[in-house]
Nanobody, 115 residues
Framework: QVQLVESGGGLVEAGGSLRLSCEVS????????MGWYRQAPGKQRELVAR???????YYADPVKGRFTISKINAKNTVYLQMDSLKPEDTAVYYC?????????WGQGTQVTVSS
């Protein structure tokens, strides 16, 4: 069963923090090749963070220094720690394979940052 279950979103004031979780279907996804995407209203979905080959990480410029991607292999779970949140971070956040996502998308988790 293909499974991507995101959670942890919510409403937070600017400057606040949230931690997103993504439960990954181990039989389909390689957890070391996962990433986080987001889609704001009226905008295209964009990659914001991912694991790279060699065990490093990549962050899109708008989130660099504020977001941290991590994982616990034993739990098949990927996390996105988001600090110093800004209103422009408001979006639905998804996890998927990265940099090239699979056709399978979870329901996403809504993050809303108020000013």
């Amino acid at each position: 069963q293909v499974q991507l279950v995101e959670s942890g979103g919510g409403l937070v004031e600017a400057g606040g923090s949230l931690r997103l979780s993504c439960e990954v279907s181990r039989t389909f996804f390689i957890i070391n090749a996962m990433g986080w995407y987001r889609q704001a209203p009226g905008k295209q979905r964009e990659l914001v963070a991912r694991f790279t080959t060699g065990g490093s990480t990549y962050y899109a410029d708008p989130v660099k220094g504020r977001f941290t991607i991590s994982k616990i292999n034993a739990k098949n779970t990927v996390y996105l720690q988001m600090d110093s949140l800004k209103p422009e971070d408001t979006a639905v956040y998804y996890c998927n394979a990265a940099p090239k996502p699979s056709q399978y998308w979870g329901q996403g988790t809504q993050v809303t940052v108020s000013s």
